[in-house]
């Protein structure tokens, strides 16, 4: 048995998801995993055996956590995060470090493992889901390899509160969750498709029941982004992951939904217009991108692929 390994996730939903490989890669290996995340990420890993805290917003209280790891589970730590602060909140904490020698930090890891030229070029073809399982990788001594595709488990819970919440909504049989989430600037661009309201009636004119899955504080911008959508109340991660699950097509911005779809393995249409595909598509057989870091899909291209994909006519 491999000594117990504490491990920072990262702070973002998509990124986390994309540590699954990598996180399992690990836990086959025979470390027991005790995880440091977002607060979502509790019941976002809810079936795994992998206990999550979740990480201590300030910098002074990643120190006593660190401390806290390092007294229950011994002083081996991974970071899939890659900044300075979290490799020197942790080394203060006498842990023995392993991650990337990004952000200037070489110095405070005990083992600071390159970055593939792969990842590291402006060219480079390398996805994030490579990146991670690349790291635990190197911390095992072992290949580096292609992971397989994304596959979030769910407790049967999950499944039955999002029925729930369905059935509370009057929604029943079939029905496509559009994503228009997203929300910001990436590198002085706009990060989410402008065409959702216009997409929202096409589907809903040709009969097609649409669901809004909101985050905190939400709501309001989705029912006016999803016009004669159902737009559902907040719900955990773990609910949401379930509801992608049983639908029958999800559309979303490269965003956390859209990971979080390719997760489940739900059908997927994946929006691209200024972040880069080669490293953050959805990492899943079941979807397709449309657009590019060059330009967003056209709305005649994403209804196109829609009516595809679940069996409905253009006219």
Same mark, same amino acid.
């Given at each position: 048995?491999? !000594? ?14 994309? %540590? ?41 209280? $990643? ?50 493992? +390159? ?12 996805? %994030?889901? &490579?990146?991670?399982? !690349?790291? !635990? !990788? ?23 509160? $999002? ?41 809903? &004119? ?17 029912? &006016? $982004? ?10 955990? #991660? ?9 639908? +029958?097509? #999800? ?12 997760? #489940? ?8 217009? #200024? ?27 994403? %209804?196109?692929?829609?009516?595809? +994909? ?6």
């Amino acid at each position: 048995m491999a !000594a117990p390994l504490s491990i920072r996730l990262p702070n973002h939903l998509g990124d986390t998801l994309m %540590t699954l490989p990598a996180l399992e890669r690990l836990a086959a290996a025979g470390h027991a995993l005790n995880l440091l995340g977002k607060g979502w990420a509790v019941p976002l890993l809810g079936a795994y055996d992998w206990p999550v805290t979740p990480a201590a917003p300030r910098w002074t209280d $990643a120190i006593r956590q660190w401390r806290a790891q390092r007294a229950a589970h011994g002083p081996q730590a991974l970071l899939f995060t890659n900044s300075f602060g979290s490799a020197l909140a942790a080394r203060l904490a006498g842990m023995t470090v392993t991650g990337y020698a990004t952000d200037g930090r070489g110095i405070l890891l005990s083992r600071a493992i +390159r970055v593939s030229p792969r990842w590291s070029r402006p060219d480079g073809d390398m996805h %994030t889901v &490579e990146y991670y399982d !690349a790291l !635990a !990788a190197s911390h095992l001594g072992e290949p580096a390899r292609r992971p397989a595709p994304l596959a979030l488990r769910l407790r049967e819970e999950a499944r039955t509160r $999002a029925r729930a919440l369905l059935a509370d909504a009057g929604v029943s049989g079939p029905y496509v969750v559009l994503c228009p989430g997203a929300t910001g600037l990436h590198r002085g661009r706009e990060k989410t498709w402008r065409d959702f309201p216009r997409l929202s009636r096409w589907l809903v &004119e040709r009969g097609a029941r649409v669901v809004g899955l909101p985050g905190p504080g939400e709501r309001a911008r989705f029912e &006016e $982004a999803l016009p004669g959508a159902v737009v559902l109340p907040d719900a955990d #991660v773990a609910t949401y992951a379930a509801l992608l699950a049983e639908s +029958r097509l #999800v559309v979303a911005n490269d965003s956390g939904p859209s990971h979080l779809a390719a997760a #489940v393995g739900a059908p997927l249409l994946a929006l691209f217009g #200024v972040t880069a595909v080669a490293r953050t598509r959805p990492w899943s057989q079941h979807a397709t991108v449309l657009g590019s870091d060059a330009g967003w899909p056209s709305l005649d291209e994403v %209804t196109a692929a829609a009516a595809r +994909r679940i069996g409905i006519t253009l006219a």
